[in-house]
Nanobody
């Protein structure tokens, strides 16, 4: 099982960046795939999550309306389109996979780090002011 994040870099405030996460070694059909971010000294923060099969999405308050999560089922890749970037979006971004254990689970429940089983390595995003 492997999740490989890419696409990070340096961008000016107000700009855009697109992150990708490639999954291999397992079928994503029974997973939600999410993005989290972390800055030094802070807790890992939820960004967005998508239900791999149904395409349902859920976003963190700080990115809602600016970021868009999507997936390519055929390629087993997950994207995070980040627009209107702000300096406070600067962080290491991680993709993660959460097994669907209950049909009753809400998308909001996947904002918790503890819901995730597998994590990729991070990719650095830096937004300059």
């Amino acid at each position: 099982v492997q999740l490989q994040a890419s696409g990070g870099g340096l961008v000016q405030s107000g700009g855009s960046l697109r992150l990708s996460c490639a999954a291999s070694g397992f079928s994503l059909d029974n997973y939600n795939i999410g993005w989290f971010r972390q800055t030094p000294g802070k807790e890992r923060e939820f960004v967005a999550v998508i239900h791999w099969s149904r395409g349902m999405t859920y976003y963190g308050d700080s990115v809602r309306g600016r970021f868009t999560i999507s997936r390519d089922n055929a390629k087993n890749t997950l994207d995070l389109q980040m627009d209107s970037l702000k300096p406070e979006d600067t962080a290491v971004y991680y993709c993660a996979a959460a097994r669907l254990r209950s049909v009753m689970a809400t998308m909001a429940s996947f904002a918790r780090r503890s819901a995730y089983d597998y994590w990729g390595q991070g990719t650095q995003v830096t937004v300059s002011s």
